[in-house]
């Protein structure tokens, strides 16, 4: 009967213990805030947050110079019977304005009105810089009557050319003429010397293997290196907690886009399999009247991962030796995870709990998986034949895989590198 | 719609947490609003006043922030939040554990055998009857009887035996039992 009532008021006891609630009270986190510590940004985090900047500064000043420094001068190779001239000129007898300034605009437009005949591309671009032209007239203080304008040039080194020419049409009268000249006689070699180093402006996009002459070792047409290469990386991994070496690899095509720029892209391989115990405990030194630390849960962690990178990376050649080179790498990797497997058992006193997350292959594709920073050294052993070793960080911006997980890492190759394609015989 | 419920529950509970882990006031001012009723409900079985059991819930959500990167996703926050509060409430128990005194057996228990006084007694009162416990006694019931600890683990964490932590519940269920009785006595005469 005293068995029975025990056991009834235990349950009747344990029931409204676990259902009793409180409400909440505003005056209950007023106090807590006080007795909280003010939050501090740790300089490191600031710096996490920069370096970002700085690198993405570093990239884009890399593109931006490779762009650049592919920039070469056009070379105009035009045949005698090159098409046409466009001026259009107010008469202005006391300022005799720029005739340079109204000429690049649209000259098929123009020329549609003169004649219905439309200009080729190749035509506009030849006189599309025809200050040189135009401006000794105007530094004579001649007034330039529409119409006029080529037959009154004088005879320096490109007018008597130009005064060849014949006008084939005009439009509009008076003041807002328009003249349009056929001009017979434009060699090549002339335009091209006059507009050499006058005309600086435009933008080219980055072409493989253009300047072979500064570097002796680019003998080679096209996108001409494959390298093959082991690359082991220590994996910084806060998610899983089980930081290690992972081993990878990997292939990759290079090929230049200038004496100094390479662009490499390439696709590597990684697998690991972890497994790893940890027990938490509660830090009696962060907490005050905490005496003993406690162990809160211990967590043991097993599974596997693989994954594809696919670096895209800017290769500045910093040394170039006889037979040595010297590269700092930039890029950023694209990332798609393969199987996925993770497993927790985790053990808080005497209650266990295993969770199990598995993940098919391409679930997982991260466009910008990392950004990397490295060095690479390339030692030529033959003509054709170089071994290489490089050096790198890579950071990631989010969270990879199911979990996700933050994988910064250290990454190292060694590899052969074969450079292929026919030989530049210039 | 349940369902969605708890999905869109956890989805708010996992940015709460991600919140706080970056230190965030309004994260930690919205989880402690969420949970304060759950953690002062613990903390006020295992004190013997409203003023003791605040201490108990400020000092567990003071962990809980410092600790909450240890936290897993894996785990059921209010599990480990519940762990928090025991061992935050045990550490107390410990500090103060020099200046108790032993607690006396009264003889001469009155037998009581009416189950029905039990149906009648309000969560509130069974909470008033489990502070008005001396400490020990309070935190053998709570450890056995509520959080499903045995003997050897009680012993364990309060630096007692076995033996000693089965006494002691014995004790505490006479005394709980003596309280009803006197309870339900005044009740009547009321």
């Given at each position: 009967m005293k068995e029975s009532f025990e056991n009834k008021m235990s349950n009747r006891f344990r029931e409204a213990l676990e259902n009793y609630q409180v409400q909440y009270d505003q005056r209950a986190w007023e106090r807590l805030s006080k007795e909280m510590p003010s939050r501090q940004v740790s300089p490191w985090k600031r710096w996490k947050f920069v370096k970002w900047w700085l690198g993405g500064i570093l990239v884009a000043g890399l593109i931006m110079y490779g762009y650049l420094s592919t920039y070469k001068p056009e070379v105009i190779n035009q045949s005698s019977q090159n098409s046409v001239f466009l001026s259009e000129k107010k008469a202005d007898n006391q300022s005799g304005m720029d005739a340079g300034n109204t000429l690049p605009v649209s000259p098929f437009v123009l020329n549609k009105k003169a004649s219905g005949e439309l200009l080729s591309k190749e035509a506009g671009s030849a006189l599309k810089s025809p200050q040189s032209v135009l401006k000794p007239s105007q530094q004579k203080g001649e007034s330039l009557l529409p119409g006029k304008y080529l037959e009154n040039a004088p005879e320096d080194e490109m007018s008597p050319k130009l005064i060849a020419g014949k006008i084939v049409g005009r439009i509009g009268q008076g003041d807002h003429q328009t003249t349009r000249e056929q001009l017979t006689e434009l060699p090549a070699r002339e335009i091209s010397t006059t507009t050499k180093n006058k005309h600086r402006v435009g933008f080219k996009f980055p072409e493989i293997n253009l300047d072979f002459s500064k570097n002796p070792n680019s003998h080679f047409v096209g996108p001409n290196k494959v390298s093959i290469y082991y690359n082991p990386e220590f994996q910084m991994e806060k998610t899983l907690r089980n930081p290690g070496l992972v081993h990878g690899l990997g292939i990759e095509f290079e090929g230049p886009i200038n004496s100094t720029i390479n662009l490499a892209v390439g696709v590597s391989y990684f697998s690991k399999q972890y497994s790893g115990s940890e027990t938490f405990r509660l830090d009696s030194s962060k907490v005050s009247g905490l005496q003993v630390p406690f162990v809160d849960s211990t967590i043991t962690r097993t599974g596997k991962y693989q994954f594809l990178e696919m670096p895209v990376t800017l290769r500045l050649n910093l040394y170039s030796g006889q037979r040595a080179q010297l590269f700092f790498d930039g890029g950023f990797s694209a990332i798609v995870f393969l199987n996925q497997e993770y497993n927790t058992h985790t053990v808080v006193n005497l209650d266990e709990t295993n969770n199990n997350i598995k993940q098919k292959a391409w679930k997982n594709i991260h466009p910008l998986g990392s950004l990397n920073l490295g060095l690479t050294y390339r030692y030529s052993l033959s003509e054709r034949f170089s071994i290489c070793g490089s050096v790198g960080y890579k950071n990631h911006l989010s969270g990879l895989g199911s979990l996700p997980m933050k994988l910064d890492r250290f990454s190292g190759k060694v590899g052969v590198v074969y450079r292929f394609g026919r030989k530049n015989v210039n | 719609?349940?369902?969605?419920?708890?999905?869109?529950?956890?989805?708010?509970?996992?940015?709460?947490?991600?919140?706080?882990?970056?230190?965030?006031?309004?994260?930690?001012?919205?989880?402690?609003?969420?949970?304060?009723?759950?953690?002062?409900?613990?903390?006020?079985?295992?004190?013997?006043?409203?003023?003791?059991?605040?201490?108990?819930?400020?000092?567990?959500?003071?962990?809980?922030?410092?600790?909450?990167?240890?936290?897993?996703?894996?785990?059921?926050?209010?599990?480990?939040?519940?762990?928090?509060?025991?061992?935050?409430?045990?550490?107390?128990?410990?500090?103060?554990?020099?200046?108790?005194?032993?607690?006396?057996?009264?003889?001469?228990?009155?037998?009581?055998?009416?189950?029905?006084?039990?149906?009648q007694l309000q969560s509130e009162d069974i909470l008033k009857l489990v502070q008005a416990l001396p400490e020990i006694y309070r935190f053998i019931f709570n450890l056995y009887e509520v959080e499903g600890y045995s003997h050897e683990e009680i012993a364990s964490v309060l630096g007692t035996t076995a033996g000693t932590s089965r006494a002691n519940l014995s004790r505490a269920k006479h005394l709980l039992r003596q309280m009803i009785l006197n309870l339900s006595a005044y009740e009547r005469i009321v």
């Open positions: - | 719609m349940v369902f969605r419920k708890k999905i869109e529950g956890t989805f708010r509970l996992e940015k709460l947490i991600k919140g706080c882990s970056k230190g965030d006031r309004k994260a930690q001012e919205a989880l402690f609003s969420l949970y304060y009723g759950y953690a002062m409900s613990i903390s006020l079985r295992y004190s013997h006043c409203h003023e003791k059991a605040a201490d108990i819930t400020n000092d567990s959500f003071l962990k809980v922030f410092i600790n909450i990167q240890l936290f897993r996703e894996e785990a059921e926050f209010k599990f480990w939040l519940r762990k928090i509060i025991v061992n935050t409430a045990l550490d107390h128990y410990r500090k103060e554990k020099k200046h108790e005194n032993q607690v006396p057996l009264e003889s001469g228990f009155n037998e009581l055998t009416d189950e029905s006084v039990l149906d």
